[in-house]
């Protein structure tokens, strides 16, 4: 059995490229072998033999959030509204385990243990942290150690796969390097995790600025598609869309940017591969795509009460925590504390 994690951090709603790149391929793995994972879109459950059996762990990675500057109101709905989402995007809490990470006291406690592993340097050199430390706002020291707890939370889980993408293969490095040193240090404690790609992950790009990747946002804002977003902005926004004067409907990701993030998420959405003779019916096919994908996730989205929810999120932290404290207590004995009697 494989076991991968993906963490989701409420700072912004999930908007379509989280989906295509992230939640998609997550719920289409489930059950899946892991070969069969680093495939395209949704497929059909497929029952593990027990042989490559890959087995996914959720977090709403709510600690995260209160590394920048947020409103915890916020960040209470957003948890809620991620877990929310991932349930009604497919995600089966009977074979995949999703839970909110500060339920789960472990992960700050192996958080400390591996900052007594971790040199200034090393966290220092990360490069989200160099970015997002020279903007006008006040720094936490938490956004400096975020790596580490980001190493804790994969590490407690004796993960083998974290599907990244490229902003986070840095911080895989670096919770790959603690585990290895820890277990070198001081005995074999933690699996060392790698990453993977699944292989036909979409990246999705701004529409209103197509050569930034689609994010996050807590604003209403053109260029991205919230996955709640009512059909008719959905199709306001694609028909806004940014594209060029070249008129010609092809993949061209340095010259067409614009068009080439629709052909992608157009694909994304339908798995077909047809071919537009204009500007205006590709934007047509990719609103009701886009439409065609997020109708039933907003159906099960609004049949789904907080309760439902938060019930769901419970029994998943309870479901991860004798795991957790397994590794916890390998990783406290193994580097010089007495266990508590
Ligand atoms: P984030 O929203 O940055 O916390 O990312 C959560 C997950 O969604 C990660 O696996 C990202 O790689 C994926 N993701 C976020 N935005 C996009 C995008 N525009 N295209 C593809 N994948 C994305």
Request: aromatic fraction near 4%; include cysteine.
């Amino acid at each position: 059995m494989t076991r991968r994690l993906t963490g989701l951090k409420p700072t912004g709603h999930l908007q379509l490229g989280n989906l295509l790149g992230a939640i998609r391929p997550l719920v289409g793995g489930q059950r899946e072998t892991g070969s069969e994972l680093l495939t395209a879109a949704p497929s059909p459950a497929v029952q593990g033999t027990g042989r490559g059996v890959t087995e996914s762990v959720i977090m709403i990675v709510d600690l995260h959030a209160l590394t920048i500057e947020h409103d915890p109101q916020r960040v209470r709905d957003l948890t809620v509204e991620h877990a929310r989402l991932m349930l009604a995007a497919g995600v089966d809490p009977d074979v995949t385990t999703m839970y909110v990470q500060s339920h789960l006291s472990e992960h700050a406690q192996l958080h400390y243990l591996l900052e007594c592993a971790t040199g200034f340097g090393e966290a220092r050199r990360m490069i989200q942290f160099k970015e997002k430390s020279t903007g006008p706002d006040p720094v936490r020291l938490s956004l400096l150690t975020y790596p580490v707890l980001m190493a804790a939370d994969i590490l407690l889980h004796d993960t083998e796969e974290v599907p990244v993408g490229d902003d986070q293969t840095q911080h895989l490095e670096l919770a790959r390097d603690v585990a290895y040193r820890f277990n070198t240090r001081y005995g074999q404690t933690f699996t060392v995790p790698r990453a993977v790609t699944p292989a036909f992950a979409a990246r999705i790009m701004d529409l209103a600025e197509p050569t930034a990747k689609m994010g996050k946002t807590n604003a209403v804002t053109a260029g991205v598609i919230g996955l709640l977003d009512r059909p008719d902005v959905v199709r306001r926004k694609v028909m806004r869309a940014v594209t060029d004067t070249r008129n010609i409907v092809r993949r061209d990701p340095d010259r067409q940017p614009g068009v080439t993030n629709l052909l992608e998420i157009y694909v994304a959405c339908t798995g077909d591969r047809r071919e537009f003779a204009s500007y205006g019916e590709l934007k047509t096919a990719v609103a009701d795509a886009v439409i065609a994908v997020l109708e039933p996730i907003q159906r099960r989205f609004a049949a789904l009460t907080p309760g439902e929810v938060l019930s769901v999120l419970h029994d998943g932290a309870k479901q991860a925590r004798p795991r957790a404290q397994a590794t916890l207590e390998r990783a406290t004995e193994a580097i010089g504390l007495i266990k508590a009697a």
